[in-house]
């Protein structure tokens, strides 16, 4: 139960790092919905590592093939099997990690809980597991096209971007380290180049603004928009705050200057609410952040213990990126697109005709 | 399904501000386990209001009645139903209330979503509901009596607490205000008199330790212990985010500044990663912290529309808080209860013998 | 988990034979559907005791007390919690059984489950707890008010009716022991007095036949019309076999002999299928048969064992039925009910539209 | 929801006839469990059509394909996603059915349902879908190697198999048709002939034996061993009814007749219950039949609509078995295995110890 996300719309998943294939099956789709697969296959190439993002030179084709539930080119209504190819995996990288703990590492708790862990590239924990939560909400997305998600990167090490920075989000991954400030970008990049070669890593931030919602997604007490919407973000690897917009801030704030007063139209003057009341969607923006910390898999040497509690010291070599935040926006679009379809088919039922 | 929490440890609940009783149904306990009554009722007051708290003056006895479940004192393994009778429901306080839709306030949203809202008191998105969850909570914490969970009001308004200001804060509740500084308490008491006198409210935020945890609590990929804990925290009424201890700080961290390094009893000498190693407990302290805006229900005169769309003012009586913070400090420990002794019954399925 | 009904409907029960109250919540319930609770009650009330049934002379009034999610007398959309209380409990009647084994009943297999069994009156194992299915059902049954469920006793004993037997169906809550044909239920009730003379039970069978339902109800593969059905009603207390109307003649058939050829009003011609096509209600009638075996708690000296394994003889006194099949007619419904609107839901979302 | 079962040990499966793959993820299983995947082949191919039972002509290998969750031939602990390849798909057998609802066949509810049906194959609603139970089952039953389950055709059509008539129905695969009775089972094949002559179809009936039982499997009220067993047999395709051991001539007994008195070893003498009471197993061995209507593809002109409703006639050609009841012989293991497995870890988290 702990491999599936969602409610009505549901994703099963499952796959390790170096198994044969990655996957999984999303259950709830209804039937009759064309499905753009090319659009599909371009959010998960979004996902994909480049020298542009500063990622593990790992290069995975990522060709997502499908088994089940699409018929003529559209949903039947019964369960989507999609699944992908480990190719490039190189376990023999591995081979030094076998009787050692890394610090800040999965390998630690999942050896403890589950006694014979499957040390190579981290199994589940792995962060290639996301490829199949972008899957699952790229076909979900096809539940709400009207609803438009921009997520970009907003902070890299110290480098944030303030609001009156930002240049062009609705497009964010067309910029280099999908950081949507040009100039301000070069600047990461050479920093990020000099953690490279330093062989460390670096933590980081992804704002999201999601568009053009419905009034009414979110269901009350305990599957709130917001509830869900943290629940999915602090599932990412590294991933260790989640705030809706302004969420410190208002905090600090008195009731009297933080109250978003109706328009006539039921549109609110300002939007300190971050588009939800009472877990439920206004019909206005939400804006939300989510910290990473940086990657745990560095080049540099650490002391750490092995398997039996002797100290010892590792370098970790291997496939690993620099920065994960830039790869991760895609992630938070495919879970964004997850969360919302099932709050959508969720919301459907309070409409329902009797018989 | 969406007023239900929890896996294999389920809490569903029911109950409006403003019906003759609230309460819920706990399932999963195990057989044989000695409840305290009294110390969950110990608990359920801690929420209560009080003029300490500079909370709402509706005085609710909120004595806990038990329906099933418990024989001479102990759980039987079979569904504890529980409930709370509503006292001094006032409706007549909300009256004027019944066209108009209270700027930043659910009641735009459930009734748009519900059509026929019950706008006494907010229904299911009063925070009454959250009693629900302290009972709960308490109950479950029998499965865990080990842990040791300490929250504390960290914050008021622009009144912050500084690591080296707080004083025991495994004593919160003994704290004015459950704000563990009895000096700058007094400045925050005196400054919420003022708020108070100008009609308005105050956010804040409450912070948590949780001490003396068993490595493995955790599920992978979609019910990992930060995941758990926000999507709790996060559905409290008015929370606007939720961060893991220092996850700004560490998000503009290199990774060989804040990787935790292993000592010889699996202990790490530093904890940046805040006790959680991929979505698992790994048996060093968590800390995190919740932010709430200002309850929106404030006695000054606002602008807002009617059902129909139409411009008016309100100044909203009844019986609010001026902060609600304080009280939802009881709530944390509840939410944080019910979800570790949930995981703790997933991670007992990994030691499954076979037969 | 396994004190919850249904996926989209789910309903939540609690109580013990003996406790202070029994009741449930039931989830799920679109909202702004009136909610006819003379009618419930109506229904609770066909389940009660009475001579004219040869039941328990424990006679409780069985008023349904609402807690939540109904508002000027519609439903809200949120949880309806309902109880009902214990009125007439003597535990006194069980002290006997308290260290004993009585033959073919729960308390055996419930203690060696949860060790602490709470052995009067059977707890959970009792049937008081069918009472809360009954109210589930009723209030389910408003979202379904065109469907038709007529179930009523086609069994006694060895006395059952042929069907060019059955009198009024339609009207079996009429009947005495609710048996559809006058003159052969006057035999039966004579036979059933000198069975409670004998202080001996009696088993026997419930058909029931469901009209005007529409096309679709029914999920593929695991959540089967018919899977659904059977698991509901094997879950009555002492139900011992579900048969589909027919089912053991269609299994010694031909395909050509039963298949059942379409009308060109995509009626069928006949109904071999009982109303069901791959697990989904084709809209023809569906008939169901159950068959329950006698109740165990007689009055008849027998031989057992006492909980440390030694050999003793037991007499039942306390309050029992001389044949529980009666009043299992309302359980029957109640089921169906919560079934069928269960399934309504679920059906809804195949046409749920994009947003 | 409704392509998983189970409930701690979940089998979620997709595929339809003529896809590429059908395949499944079992999540729940707990880590270290050496897998015996010949075992599992094996009982996969009993499943397989051989003219040894009467079966279609498609002639699959049917090779189960492993994708995670095994390591150095242990469970880990993690999801197990299993496919098998869709080899001899013919789809243009079935071109002649586009427009056409066959007789008492799923075309017509699921073109109803669900709009765009894939007619080929019956999609979803093909037997082959219990290929993905047969081995969900197979792996699932190395958590409870101990049970010991012996189901066997014990009719097919008119020829039904009298207790003493029963040979070794321990070892029923190694029987022609699964018919544990040699002699007869050779009239029956001389009788299957005559049937497949005249491009008719049979029905038939299948017993389980279950042995070797733990006390405690089954969940009190809604989840009880009866009802999980009935769910699962029900949804077979072309299942009809559900029966416990002599559930009819129980039902027409008396309660003195048919109690089961307790030995000193907590054993009973006489085995009326099937092993069961309240829900729950108690240590004597289950038994249960499952009547099956015959296939309704059958090659004899019928009578029936187009699409649109204008009466029209029809042969099935395409490769149908004659008898479906012998392959479902290895489908009624499997999910017996499922239910006994899920049933055993849920029963576990009785005997948790508190932290």
Redesign the interface.
């Known amino acids: 139960?702990?491999?599936?996300?969602g409610?009505?719309l549901?994703l099963?998943?499952?796959?390790?790092s170096h198994?044969?294939?990655?996957?999984?099956?999303l259950?709830?789709m209804?039937?009759?919905?064309n499905l753009d697969t090319n659009l599909i296959q371009e959010k998960v190439n979004r996902r994909k590592a480049s020298q542009n993002l500063f990622s593990t030179p790992r290069n995975e084709s990522d060709i997502v093939?499908?088994?089940?539930?699409i018929?003529?080119g559209?949903t039947?209504?019964?369960?989507?099997?999609f699944?992908v190819e480990n190719k490039t995996k190189k376990s023999e990288d591995y081979d030094n990690l076998k009787d050692i703990?890394r610090?800040?590492?999965?390998?630690?708790?999942?050896h403890?809980?589950?006694?014979?862990?499957?040390y190579r590239g981290?199994?589940?924990?792995s962060a290639r597991?996301t490829l199949n939560w972008v899957i699952g909400g790229a076909i979900a997305a096809?539940?709400?096209?009207?609803?438009q998600i921009f997520p970009y990167v907003s902070?890299i090490?110290?480098f944030s971007l303030l609001e009156n920075e930002l240049e062009d989000i609705t497009n964010a991954f067309d910029y280099p380290l999908h950081f949507p400030n040009l100039r301000k970008g070069e600047e990461v990049m050479t920093y990020l180049s000099e953690?490279q070669a330093?062989k460390?890593?670096?933590?980081?931030?992804i704002s999201c603004i999601i568009n053009n919602l419905?009034?009414?997604l979110?269901?009350?007490?305990?599957?709130?928009l917001?509830?869900?919407?943290?629940?999915?973000?602090?599932?990412i690897n590294t991933?260790?705050?989640?705030?809706?917009e302004?969420?410190?801030q208002?905090?600090?704030?008195?009731?009297?200057?933080?109250?978003?007063?109706?328009?006539?139209?039921?549109k609110?003057k300002t939007n300190?609410?971050?588009g939800i009341?009472?877990?439920?969607?206004?019909g206005m923006p939400i804006g939300f952040t989510v910290?990473?910390?940086?990657?745990?898999?560095?080049g540099?040497p650490?002391?750490?213990?092995t398997h039996e509690?002797?100290?010892t010291q590792i370098e970790i070599g291997g496939r690993h990126d620099v920065c994960a935040v830039p790869r991760a926006v895609a992630v938070v679009q495919g879970l964004t697109e997850l969360v919302l379809a099932d709050l959508?088919?969720?919301?459907?039922?309070?409409?329902?005709?009797?018989?």
């Open positions: 139960m702990s491999h599936q996300f409610r009505l549901q099963t998943t499952y796959g390790e198994g044969a294939r990655i996957g999984g099956i259950t709830g209804p039937p009759g919905i093939v499908y088994h089940s539930g018929y003529q559209k039947t209504g019964m369960p989507i099997a699944s703990y610090p800040s590492h999965a390998d630690f708790t999942y403890q809980k589950y006694k014979n862990y499957d981290s199994g589940r924990a597991e096809h539940l709400i096209p009207k609803i902070q090490g110290h953690i330093q460390d890593t670096l933590g980081g931030a419905p009034v009414g979110g269901e009350p007490v305990f599957y709130k917001q509830s869900a919407l943290a629940a999915a973000m602090m599932g991933a260790k705050g989640f705030l809706l302004n969420a410190i208002t905090s600090q704030s008195r009731g009297s200057q933080v109250n978003d007063e109706f328009d006539e139209d039921f609110t300190h609410s971050a009341l009472g877990g439920i969607s206004n910290y990473f910390k940086p990657i745990s898999s560095i540099k650490q002391n750490t213990v509690g002797l100290s959508w088919l969720l919301d459907r039922l309070h409409n329902t005709k009797i018989y």
